[in-house]
């Protein structure tokens, strides 16, 4: 019985991240062209057809139509199931990694900077631009946990105090900082240096250090692979930052910690 409760209570979190990545789609597509992301039915993007409102269930519909448009059969980027399927496998991550019922608004907290995170970091790939209202909503979040940390009314699952979120935010992003003022915006963006602060504040210190660091190699990565195939050096990083924020919501205190003492500094 128990675990049919659980199955549900997955089923339904899954289902939500299924439709909340539906609308992190639209934003994808219509932040960077300041489109209104309320307003307006989806169209196929070969006939200009309006999608049906039945043909709109996330990752169910994309199956049905085989990836392609019901009017003029074009066919449908794969993408836009990927980003629903993906945040709803994060959001049921986030939940089981995180617990269900001690720290549920933490959780949600969590779910919501993912999201953003999944934003950012298509957006960024199509566009090479980081859209500022997005991160203030991390920098919100992390101002929310905050709050909620101070008056106990959660226990965050690591460590966090204001020091933490004051210090992970200015340790990465000052140094960004310096690095887009030297380089005059050719090494990193702007944009680069607002996400770490934003996620610095929201994982703390321990944590976006890690951050940086899986966002540097697999960035480094991503830029040898890119060179290498179109000659292109012209290249984004926030992508690679948002991966090692996410990835630090979840591990980064744990692999701060074992970093610690296998050098034997703690
Ligand atoms: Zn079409």
Same mark, same amino acid.
């Given at each position: 019985m128990i675990y049919l409760s659980y199955f549900l209570i997955y089923a339904i979190i899954f289902i939500f991240g299924a439709i909340i990545g539906s609308f992190l789609n639209v934003?994808?597509?219509?932040?960077?062209?300041?489109?209104?992301?309320?307003?307006? @039915?989806?169209? %196929?993007?070969? %006939?200009?057809? $309006?999608?049906? $409102?039945?043909?709109?269930?996330?990752i169910v519909s994309y199956i049905i139509l085989r990836g392609r448009c019901r009017s003029c059969g074009a066919k449908i980027s794969p993408r836009y199931m990927v980003v629903e399927l993906l945040n709803?496998? =994060?959001? +049921?991550?986030?939940?089981? /990694?995180? @617990?269900?019922?001690e720290v549920t608004l933490e959780s949600a907290m969590v779910c919501v900077v993912l999201s953003c995170l999944i934003i950012v970091f298509?957006?960024?790939?199509?566009?090479?631009?980081?859209?500022?209202?997005? +991160?203030? +909503?991390?920098?919100?979040?992390?101002?929310? $946990? =905050? +709050? =909620?940390? #101070?008056t106990s009314v959660i226990t965050p699952v690591n460590v966090y105090t204001w020091q933490s979120a004051l210090i992970g935010a200015l340790v990465i992003s000052v140094p960004f900082l310096l690095i887009f003022l030297v380089s005059r915006g050719k090494a990193l963006g702007f944009g680069d240096v607002a996400l770490m602060f934003a996620g610095g504040a929201f994982l703390g210190v321990k944590a976006v250090i890690i951050a940086a660091f899986i966002g540097l190699i697999t960035g480094s990565a991503a830029g040898l692979i890119t060179k290498y195939k179109?000659?292109?050096?012209?290249?984004?990083?926030?992508? /690679? #930052?948002? #991966?090692?924020?996410?990835?630090?919501?979840?591990?980064?205190?744990? #692999?701060?910690?074992?970093?610690? $003492?296998?050098?034997?500094?703690q």
């Amino acid at each position: 019985m128990i675990y049919l409760s659980y199955f549900l209570i997955y089923a339904i979190i899954f289902i939500f991240g299924a439709i909340i990545g539906s609308f992190l789609n639209v934003c994808i597509l219509r932040l960077p062209t300041g489109e209104s992301i309320a307003a307006g @039915g989806s169209h %196929c993007m070969s %006939c200009k057809a $309006k999608i049906k $409102k039945y043909d709109l269930i996330p990752i169910v519909s994309y199956i049905i139509l085989r990836g392609r448009c019901r009017s003029c059969g074009a066919k449908i980027s794969p993408r836009y199931m990927v980003v629903e399927l993906l945040n709803a496998l =994060l959001y +049921v991550f986030t939940f089981y /990694w995180f @617990g269900l019922t001690e720290v549920t608004l933490e959780s949600a907290m969590v779910c919501v900077v993912l999201s953003c995170l999944i934003i950012v970091f298509f957006m960024d790939l199509d566009t090479q631009l980081i859209n500022m209202p997005v +991160v203030f +909503v991390i920098i919100l979040m992390a101002a929310a $946990k =905050l +709050v =909620l940390a #101070l008056t106990s009314v959660i226990t965050p699952v690591n460590v966090y105090t204001w020091q933490s979120a004051l210090i992970g935010a200015l340790v990465i992003s000052v140094p960004f900082l310096l690095i887009f003022l030297v380089s005059r915006g050719k090494a990193l963006g702007f944009g680069d240096v607002a996400l770490m602060f934003a996620g610095g504040a929201f994982l703390g210190v321990k944590a976006v250090i890690i951050a940086a660091f899986i966002g540097l190699i697999t960035g480094s990565a991503a830029g040898l692979i890119t060179k290498y195939k179109s000659g292109n050096s012209a290249f984004a990083f926030g992508p /690679w #930052l948002s #991966l090692g924020i996410a990835a630090a919501i979840f591990f980064g205190d744990y #692999l701060a910690d074992l970093y610690l $003492k296998i050098s034997g500094l703690q």
